[in-house]
């Protein structure tokens, strides 16, 4: 339930929040990716307080979610130079998933 409450929370937050941020031209995927990994985070931070027997997020959880949904981005950035059956599968989804699964996943598999 945490990990699925924080992938919609950071699918709802982070477009708005990138908005209030400077413009970043071509790198805004991998300020999505930072965005998203901080969101997951902090929405990780208070449903463990409200949570019984769960256990608060370390900053290496932070640490790990920005790393992979920065390799989440870069898969996307550079994805006209894949191979052709990874480039279309990457072109398959939304551009914005990959950072933002890369969060959750990087906050799971640290938590």
């Given at each position: 339930?945490?990990?699925?409450?924080?992938?919609?929370?950071?699918w709802?937050?982070?477009?708005?929040?990138?908005?209030?941020?400077?413009?970043?031209?071509?790198?805004?995927?991998?300020?999505?990716?930072v965005?998203?990994?901080?969101?997951?985070?902090?929405?990780?931070?208070?449903?463990?307080q409200?949570?019984?027997?769960?256990?608060?997020?370390?900053?290496?959880a932070?640490?790990?979610?920005?790393?992979?949904a920065l390799?989440?981005a870069?898969?996307?950035?550079?994805?006209?130079?894949?191979?052709?059956?990874?480039?279309?599968?990457?072109?398959a989804?939304?551009?914005?998933?990959?950072?933002?699964?890369?969060?959750v996943?990087?906050?799971?598999?640290?938590?």
């Amino acid at each position: 339930m945490l990990l699925t409450v924080q992938l919609v929370v950071a699918w709802l937050a982070t477009p708005a929040l990138l908005q209030l941020l400077p413009p970043f031209g071509a790198l805004r995927i991998f300020a999505y990716g930072v965005v998203a990994a901080v969101v997951v985070f902090l929405v990780g931070v208070v449903l463990t307080q409200i949570l019984r027997d769960t256990r608060p997020p370390s900053s290496s959880a932070l640490a790990s979610g920005i790393i992979v949904a920065l390799a989440g981005a870069a898969l996307v950035y550079f994805r006209d130079r894949l191979p052709v059956d990874v480039r279309a599968g990457a072109y398959a989804l939304r551009e914005e998933i990959y950072p933002l699964l890369g969060a959750v996943l990087g906050y799971a598999l640290r938590r």
